[in-house]
């Protein structure tokens, strides 16, 4: 088990390193999907502070 | 928030907690939260996400009321009603091409670009395919080996998967090869799969099969049949046969960088000790 608790944190360390080094992405972001397209206006954590977590909802 | 199978994993790989989960009743106990996104979310911390009412339509009202961002549901079945209804609410990533019919690597890369993490998700995806790679190395005996994912219905037939279920595809990407379809095999409608007689499962031209039941008795019950047991690949023992909703889950239907951190490296060996048995070694 402890083999297996490594192996699971191993990404957010990893991937805290590479957000470090990205670039952001830029918004407005068009999806294209098989039902139609989904515009994002804003990158969704922005002014949420816990990203995707809505009003009343602990944010 | 996330709908469908598997965006919740990568979305809590990607450092953020969605505000809702869909319920999973298969391997997901009495919560609904699978082993591995509960262990995501403790390690994450933080307001623990709303795990929505277990139904396989989108409850609207409920999602509504968490007053999402983006709606991620790149691995879900949709249809053009509730995405319309759902767009209502906020933008929603649904399917590239066909419903329920997206790789972890799509649903990895879409979920990125829609929280603007594109380049956290690659390294994610990196990371996930070179900690695969390297547990079957371990294994060479798999490379090459052709293989049939079958799951046994209640109405005296197997499914077959084909090679483009995102299931298979799993193995097919680490050098195995998946089986041709069987003559006389039906097509269901998704696409991805085929429906085989008891009668015709010895006619399926594969080294191995994998195959996924939700306990050991069921396994047993399943190869004690007549049919089943006297088919060559059963008499000759190369069965890869997982046991457990939540290993079956993991590595045989919603899968996810974290589902296969979870469950991989023990799945790929019990994959690659039976390949070597298919090829006597």
């Given at each position: 088990m402890f083999a297996r608790s490594l192996i699971l944190a191993i990404p957010v360390i990893a991937l805290a390193l590479a957000g470090a080094a990205s670039a952001e992405d830029s918004f407005p972001v068009t999806i294209t999907t098989a039902l139609g397209d989904a515009v994002i206006p804003a990158k969704p954590d922005t002014g949420r502070g816990l990203g995707l977590v809505g009003p009343g909802c602990g944010a | 928030m996330v709908w469908g199978w598997s965006a919740q994993d990568v979305v809590l790989d990607l450092g953020i907690m969605p505000v809702g989960i869909p319920f999973f009743r298969y391997g997901g106990?009495?919560?609904?939260?699978?082993?591995?996104?509960?262990?995501?979310?403790?390690?994450?911390?933080?307001?623990?996400?709303?795990?929505?009412?277990?139904?396989?339509?989108?409850?609207?009202?409920?999602?509504?009321?968490?007053?999402?961002?983006?709606?991620?549901?790149?691995?879900?079945?949709?249809?053009?009603?509730?995405?319309?209804?759902?767009?209502?609410?906020?933008?929603?990533?649904?399917?590239?091409?066909?419903?329920?019919?997206?790789?972890?690597?799509?649903?990895?890369?879409?979920?990125?670009?829609?929280?603007?993490?594109?380049?956290?998700?690659?390294?994610?995806?990196?990371?996930?395919?070179?900690?695969?790679?390297?547990?079957?190395?371990?294994?060479?005996?798999?490379?090459?080996t052709v293989f049939a994912n079958v799951i046994n219905r209640p109405d005296g037939s197997v499914a077959v998967r084909m090679e483009e279920d995102p299931r298979v595809r799993l193995l097919v990407d680490l050098g195995m090869k998946a089986a041709p379809m069987t003559p006389g095999g039906l097509m269901v409608s998704t696409g991805i799969s085929y429906t085989l007689s008891y009668e015709t499962f010895d006619q399926i031209a594969a080294d191995m099969l994998v195959t996924f039941f939700d306990n050991q008795h069921n396994a047993d019950d399943f190869f004690n049949l007549s049919y089943i047991k006297l088919a060559p690949l059963v008499q000759k023992h190369a069965l890869a046969v997982i046991i457990g909703e939540e290993m079956t889950t993991a590595v045989g239907g919603a899968i996810t960088p974290a589902s296969l951190r979870w469950a991989f490296t023990d799945f790929i060996k019990t994959v690659g000790e039976t390949a070597a048995v298919a090829k006597g070694q």
């Open positions: - | 106990g009495d919560d609904g939260i699978l082993p591995w996104t509960a262990e995501a979310i403790a390690r994450l911390g933080g307001e623990a996400p709303v795990v929505l009412p277990d139904s396989a339509e989108p409850p609207i009202e409920a999602i509504a009321a968490l007053q999402p961002d983006v709606i991620i549901a790149p691995y879900s079945g949709l249809t053009p009603e509730e995405f319309a209804l759902l767009s209502n609410i906020a933008p929603v990533v649904a399917y590239p091409e066909t419903p329920w019919f997206a790789t972890w690597q799509q649903v990895v890369d879409l979920t990125g670009k829609a929280l603007g993490l594109s380049a956290e998700a690659e390294a994610l995806k990196q990371q996930t395919q070179a900690f695969m790679q390297a547990e079957a190395d371990k294994y060479p005996a798999i490379k090459g």
